[in-house]
């Protein structure tokens, strides 16, 4: 394994089509925004997404990493008074995690309280992250919305409207530095859809694309 710092976002993005259309998981027309953040990330106990990592392996073309990552809403659990459900993550090449999610009015929020996804701030940073000096950080986490807009994007599972959530990492020297940026998007009442993982110090990435996905 490479041992450049892989700068890594969060996840999850959804969007349901109607049942009448000629290919599963695919619209032709983008839906009406919908501005709570479990439209887009629908949690009930059994719903799962599966997706693919592919690697650009410093080239423009994409090879498969490795396959069937696999998100699930496993249960509910209460921390500190709250009720969260518990989002196991399964995969063969890297270390099974487990994160806690809930809605807060309308926001997503992790069990330490980190929002993690909302649909209602278009271009406004809703979560930021400082590491180091406050006045001379080594490294900045911003999350935003990338514009209000949804876009067609392409997965294996099919296409989806899907809005963007951006990542921005500044890092390195304060007086000179760099920037990268990582990506989710999120389609209502499907889930992620696709993603980009970007290296710091390299023009390699990851990307992961849905293959399917279970909604109760």
């Known amino acids: 394994m490479k041992s450049y710092l892989l700068l890594f976002v969060g996840l999850l993005c959804l969007f349901s089509c109607k049942q009448n259309d ?10 009406v925004l919908i501005p709570s953040a479990l439209d887009y990330i629908p949690l009930k106990i059994g719903n799962y ?40 993550r399964n995969s063969g090449a890297i270390e099974d995690t487990l994160v806690y999610w809930r809605d807060s009015l309308g926001y997503l929020v992790n069990e330490v309280g980190r929002v993690i996804f909302t649909a209602e701030e278009s271009n406004r940073v809703f979560d930021r992250r400082v590491f180091g000096n406050p006045l001379s950080p080594f490294l900045t986490i911003e999350y ?73």
């Open 49 to 88: 997404w599966i997706y693919d990592w592919l690697s650009s392996n410093g080239t423009d073309s994409l090879e498969l990493f490795f396959p069937n990552d696999t998100l699930k809403v496993a249960g509910l659990e209460m921390i500190k008074g709250q009720e969260y459900f518990r989002m196991e």
């Open 144 to 216: 935003a919305l990338d514009g209000e807009a949804l876009e067609a994007v392409e997965a294996p599972a099919g296409v989806f409207y899907c809005l963007k959530k951006e990542g921005k990492f500044s890092f390195g020297n304060p007086n000179n530095q760099q920037v990268k940026s990582d990506y989710d998007f999120i389609g209502p009442e499907v889930g992620i859809v696709k993603g980009i993982r970007n290296f710091a110090n390299n023009p390699s990435f990851f990307q992961f694309e849905l293959i399917e996905y279970h909604l109760e």
């Open 22 to 31: 000629e290919i599963l998981g695919t619209c032709s027309t983008p839906p």
